[in-house]
């Protein structure tokens, strides 16, 4: 269900992913339900390709999602994520996630997961598991990716473009390659 889901850079919450054309994608809020347009420059990332730091290498948000469900049974957070110190943050996240990397994992990174979990679950998405996305994925493409990317930290989101979400501009409609110009002499 996570395949769906995307973050937004610069836009709060979560939106779902309505259609998809070559330039433009349209995306609803799971907040409010209104649907926006998102263009080629937006960065758009699936939640379900997000990863947290640990000590070890960094797990899938999926297995974080899963851990706060059964700690919380399917429900809410039971605390207000906004006004949590960082503290309270810290200890309820050590006992989802042990061994998340206390250094490069923010508080604000914490709360924004949570906000996150709490959004999913209102919204009846409580499917965290990656078996819909393994079986999409055929023997070829398997051997293609063996290379896992980097984690991606909740507070750097801005700054990664994963090759599965965002997408180059388009390629110019020549594929001539341009000359270059530097040290050309210009004018008569």
């Keep these: 269900m996570l395949k769906e889901i995307l973050a937004v ?23 409010d339900k209104k649907r926006i347009p998102a263009y ?11 990863s947290i730091f640990t000590v070890e290498g960094d797990v899938s948000i999926r297995s974080v999602f899963s851990g706060i469900f059964m700690k919380e049974e399917g429900e809410n957070i039971p605390f207000d994520i906004q006004n949590a110190k960082p503290e309270e943050l810290h200890a309820y996240f050590a006992e989802v996630l042990p061994n998340f990397d206390r250094e490069r994992v923010y508080p604000n990174d914490i709360k924004k997961m949570l906000k996150w979990y709490d959004l999913l679950i209102a919204n009846g998405i409580t499917d ?15 051997g293609e990716n063996e290379t896992t990317p980097p984690p991606v930290s909740i507070k750097h989101i801005t700054s990664v473009q994963p ?14 390659p341009k000359k270059s110009v530097v040290g050309a002499k210009r004018g008569g």
């Design 163 to 176: 090759s599965k979400v965002a997408k180059a501009k388009s390629t110019p409609k020549s594929s001539t």
């Design 128 to 142: 965290f598991s990656k078996k819909e996305e393994d079986e999409t994925i055929t023997d070829e493409e398997k």
């Design 40 to 50: 080629t420059h937006d960065k758009l990332i699936y939640i379900g390709d997000i």
């Design 9 to 31: 850079s610069g836009k709060p919450g979560l939106f779902k992913l309505v259609s998809k054309a070559k330039n433009l994608s349209i995306i609803e809020s799971l907040v």
